[in-house]
């Protein structure tokens, strides 16, 4: 199933080389005329074309447009986990200076990382503009065929907006009926996003024949948070409550939470029912590189002294993230205000040869799925063993990723080293079905409904307090090869909230429960920063992370959140410069960036 999107491609290439040919065959047309693009065939050519654009990549180590890979992972990890405090950097100082500033919020619009991710997400836009421009003029499709296409289409649209707004709120909006490109960001782009997302719900089929396309119930999920990004609770919560309740339907699909976390990060094991919308990564299929293995995330692995990776030591687990995952030993729950006054020890400052035990309090278990610690099993190649596999520990601090990276025992076949950094097969949840259950969560909390609030994070972490879905100690500490014992890698105590605990304490107290629950479960997956800003907390959440991490580590040292302004990315320099039209620039810069 990995190696289907590749088959896409392959299809979607082919598609293009004949149409070349055959155009070659007739008077130069200068382009793939429209008899060869403008019927069913061709369509679902363009489509897979879209669909492709979803991962940000080209061949070898370039992104959409131009660029490195990692300046359009679509992962959002310096975006979304990095400036949202959930990891650092990583690496060191002088290793990609250009994440520094827009880490610490002192980026200006020259940084390169923007233009990078700009040109990759307008790239999936006109790719789906094609797959609607053609459609309109083919005319072997039938009818439940042109509504199936255009939906997909369309939902594809709204997803590459989508994300645009987020980095950007105002960015032109271009569509399949636009022939000046040139276009002013000056257009409200949610009622647009929410008419494709509509219209991709109304029309998508339950489920889809090929693996990776996207059907009615992603659509309807991507439609509430569209609306939750626009404080529309109300009309979100009744498409929530079918997205959720749709398993009983007569297409036999389910969704639901994998019994064990980490299937959401096991290539062999991840198109499952927790799966609502991914992108589909494949390893070893591209000979130029990784460019099909998520190359965006290529420098996201631990390295250093003994490490099994190529490279590069980026995206370190942040100190605070990881002392959200503390649990009060007497009821099991999150501090939810204070967890910073009970910090998981740390092996900042100790040498390898240097004797550390690994903190004895209760812990979440999704921890140990999340970040790399000294003394913890890193899924099957061995003991973390700490500073060595940290480039600057002052720096970086003492964790590595973990849900990016492969197993040893799949290595050949999940890991991608056709370059000097490594790819990998691990698919890349936009919308995961624990998502989807958070975002109803905090939709039921803000129209009042606080048990059912309740309910929704209580499954999430029903499913984290389950033991098959901890990490275990190896057989023997020294040699992973023995397999897995029966004894838990840490001291894990994790509870459901009690009965009624949500209704007693308040809607505000229920906001603040979702959105913890949401920060452990959702670490290192792109969103922080962004819930951060459509919750209206984020100078207040990154402005005392800055103080707490700042005081270990030396890489947000200069962090300063300034509502109003960081709540956006600049508009990159670049774009604006290519805007000019008699004599002046068509795209106006952010709030605060001139």
């Known amino acids: 199933m990995k190696r289907s999107a590749y088959i896409l491609m392959v299809l979607f290439f082919t598609i293009q080389f004949y149409a070349c040919k055959k155009a070659l065959e007739q008077p130069p047309l200068g382009s793939l005329s429209e008899p060869i693009i403008a019927n069913k065939n061709g369509v679902n050519g363009l489509l897979i074309g879209a669909y492709a654009a979803l991962d940000g990549m080209q061949g070898g180590d370039q992104a959409l447009g131009g660029g490195e890979a990692w300046h359009a992972s679509p992962t959002n990890w310096v975006f979304g986990s990095v400036a949202g405090g959930d990891a650092s950097k990583g690496s060191d ?118 693996l990776g396309r996207a059907n009615k119930w992603a659509a309807g999920a991507y439609l509430a948070k569209a609306y939750m990004y626009q404080h529309k609770y109300l009309d979100a919560k009744p498409i929530y409550d079918l997205v959720i309740a749709q398993g009983t339907t007569s ?45 965006g ?77 000294r003394g913890i099993p890193y899924h099957d190649w061995g003991i973390y063993p700490g500073k060595p596999w940290a480039r600057d520990q002052s720096y970086g601090g003492p964790y590595g990723p973990k849900k990016n990276v492969y197993w040893s025992e799949t290595a050949e076949v999940d890991g991608d080293q056709g370059t000097w950094a490594p790819g990998t097969a691990i698919n890349y949840s936009i919308i995961r079905f624990a998502d989807v259950l958070l975002m109803a969560a905090e939709c039921e909390a803000q129209v009042g409904s606080l048990d059912k609030a309740q309910s929704y994070v209580n499954l999430v972490r029903a499913r984290a307090a389950n033991p098959v879905t901890w990490l275990y100690k190896y057989e023997d500490d020294h040699d992973p090869g023995t397999g897995f014992s029966h004894e838990p890698a840490a001291n894990y105590k994790i509870n459901q909230y009690p009965l009624g605990n949500f209704l007693a304490n308040g809607k505000d107290y229920a906001l603040k429960a979702t959105y913890y629950e949401r920060k452990i479960e959702l670490a290192m997956e792109g969103h922080r920063f962004f819930d951060l800003v459509r919750w209206g907390i984020a100078d207040q959440e990154l402005n005392a992370y800055f103080s707490y991490q700042g005081s270990i580590t030396s890489d947000v040292r200069r962090g300063k959140f300034v509502k109003g302004k960081n709540d956006y990315y600049p508009i990159p320099q670049r774009q604006i410069d290519l805007s000019q039209a008699q004599g002046a620039a068509v795209l106006k810069q952010n709030p605060g960036y001139n």
Request: glycine share 6%; net charge negative; aromatic share 14%.
């Open 93 to 210: 100082g002088a290793d990609q200076p250009a994440i520094d500033p827009i880490a610490n919020f002192y980026s200006d619009a020259n940084n390169a990382y923007f233009n990078g991710k700009w040109k990759a997400l307008f790239e999936g836009v006109a790719r789906a503009n094609n797959v609607l421009k053609f459609l309109a003029r083919a005319t072997d499709v039938s009818d439940a065929e042109r509504k199936n296409l255009g939906a997909q289409g369309r939902f594809l649209r709204a997803h590459y907006y989508f994300e645009l707004k987020k980095m950007w709120n105002m960015v032109p909006w271009i569509d399949e009926n636009t022939v000046v490109f040139n276009q002013p960001n000056n257009t409200d782009l949610w009622p647009k996003i929410v008419d494709d997302l509509k219209y991709a719900y109304d029309n998508l089929l339950p489920t889809q024949s090929d």
């Open 251 to 295: 297409s036999g699909l389910k969704y639901a939470l994998n019994e064990e976390f980490e299937d959401n990060w096991r290539p062999s094991r991840e198109n499952n029912p927790e799966a609502v919308f991914v992108i589909q990564m494949a390893a070893n299929v591209d000979a130029s590189g990784p460019s099909n293995a998520n190359n």
């Open 297 to 373: 995330d290529m420098l996201n692995f631990p390295y250093g002294d003994g490490s099994p990776f190529s490279c590069c030591g980026f995206f370190q687990p942040s100190i605070d993230m990881v002392n959200h995952f503390r649990t009060n030993p007497a009821t099991g729950l999150p501090y939810l205000t204070d967890y910073n006054n009970f910090p998981i020890k740390t092996d900042m400052g100790v040498e390898a040869d240097e004797d550390f035990t690994p903190d004895a309090g209760t812990l979440d278990p999704r921890l140990d799925w999340t970040a790399g610690r």
